[in-house]
């Protein structure tokens, strides 16, 4: 079986500026710069031909490539996100058009639609019972923001768990296109 999913992975200095924020939380499970990335679509557990079948769907994609900023912190609490900490991504409609793409993309080849609402996000820190309080660290950074970087490519992404969480391997890699300036 192959555990799945589709993101975005955000240019390094997006990532250094997430990884400079993730502290403050007693007993929190902060990601790593490998584990940062914007999810497009969860797929979760497929045999090998699904999985085939799906690298080739991703193919047929066709989106701009995409300006994305940081925007604020959050955390969910409840549902199957479970708790966890999030920085948010703007624009988020364009986020979201590329996740409705990805989504009817692999609605054609038979996989079912996505159950939950889409909140473009990257994930922080994984919480548990043992997990101190979150206002402090919710409050420093209510105001996080970046300049706006280029995302160029969005990746299918296979997830391995383990002993010490999960790590994440790039399956596969595919293009936005690039727009000319003053291009929409």
């Known amino acids: 079986m192959h555990r799945l999913f589709v993101a975005l992975r955000p240019p390094p200095a997006m990532r250094d500026a997430l990884v400079d924020v993730m502290d403050g939380i ?13 999810t497009l679509r969860y797929i979760g557990e497929v045999e090998r031909p699904v999985a085939e079948d799906i690298a080739v769907a991703l193919q047929a994609v066709r989106a701009p490539a995409l300006d994305l900023a940081l925007s604020g912190v959050g955390r969910f609490d ?3 996100r479970g708790r966890a900490l999030w920085a948010g991504v703007t624009p988020h409609d364009a986020v979201a058009a590329l996740h409705r793409k990805v989504d009817h993309a692999l609605l054609r080849i038979g996989l079912p639609p996505e159950g939950r609402a889409y ?22 950074h209510a105001g996080l923001t970046s300049p706006a970087m280029r995302f160029d490519h969005f990746v299918l992404v296979e997830s391995h768990l383990g002993k010490g969480g999960a790590w994440y391997e790039p399956v596969a890699r595919y293009p936005l296109i690039a727009q000319a300036p003053g291009e929409s």
């Open 26 to 38: 007693d007993a929190a499970r902060w990601q790593d710069d490998e584990q940062l990335h914007v």
């Open 78 to 80: 409840t549902g199957s």
């Open 119 to 140: 909140l473009p996000h990257i994930t922080l820190a994984r919480l548990n019972r043992a997990s101190g309080p979150t206002d402090g660290f919710l409050g420093r």
